[in-house]
């Protein structure tokens, strides 16, 4: 659960600073600080306002998630998951009673159909994604409509095998 609420955390934000302006200033990957918890950690639910982060405390986030993957020796534990911006913009447009969006895990069709429904995945790139599910003031699910099916958002590209290769967005933090 606790490694879960990070990867959500870690998208949550990237998604969110992603529209914001660009700074001269970068977290160092190398420069990591192991946490400790001494009491379950309890995450905030408050989604009663809009909130943004800044760049630096996204990627203070970031790196330490990078860090509890070992991110420098790994190549195929998920950084990040990428979710094409037109798809949001057309689900949210779609219906102005989508009051928040809910990420939900998930493994690929791929990972499934290759036999492996209800094994665990870990953090394998390409084993998982993210569905995104928008709901109303009285907490139903709103669906986007195509013919006779209800559509929610997936076809999210798993990072590092589906990472962005040129710009900042190609590095691991924020630039």
Do not use: W
């Amino acid at each position: 659960m606790k490694s879960n609420y990070l990867i959500l955390s870690v998208i949550i934000a990237v998604i969110t600073v992603a529209a914001c302006s660009k700074e001269n200033t970068a977290v160092a990957p190398n420069s990591r600080q192991q946490i400790q918890f001494s009491a379950r950690f309890v995450p905030k639910t408050d989604s009663s306002h809009i909130q943004f982060i800044p760049k630096d405390s996204a990627n203070k986030m970031i790196n330490s998630y990078l860090y509890s993957i070992n991110s420098g020796a790994n190549d195929s534990d998920l950084r990040s998951i990428i979710i094409n911006a037109d798809s949001i913009r057309a689900y949210l447009s779609a219906n102005p009673s989508i009051k928040n969006v809910k990420l939900m895990f998930a493994h690929t069709l791929d990972y499934i159909n290759a036999g492996y429904a209800g094994k665990y995945a870990g953090y394998q790139s390409g084993a998982l994604t993210i569905i995104m599910a928008g709901y109303d003031a009285t907490g139903n699910y709103v669906y986007m409509s195509s013919g006779s099916s209800s559509m929610v958002i997936d076809h999210g590209l798993p990072c590092p095998s589906s990472c962005p290769s040129a710009g900042s967005s190609s590095y691991d933090i924020l630039e």
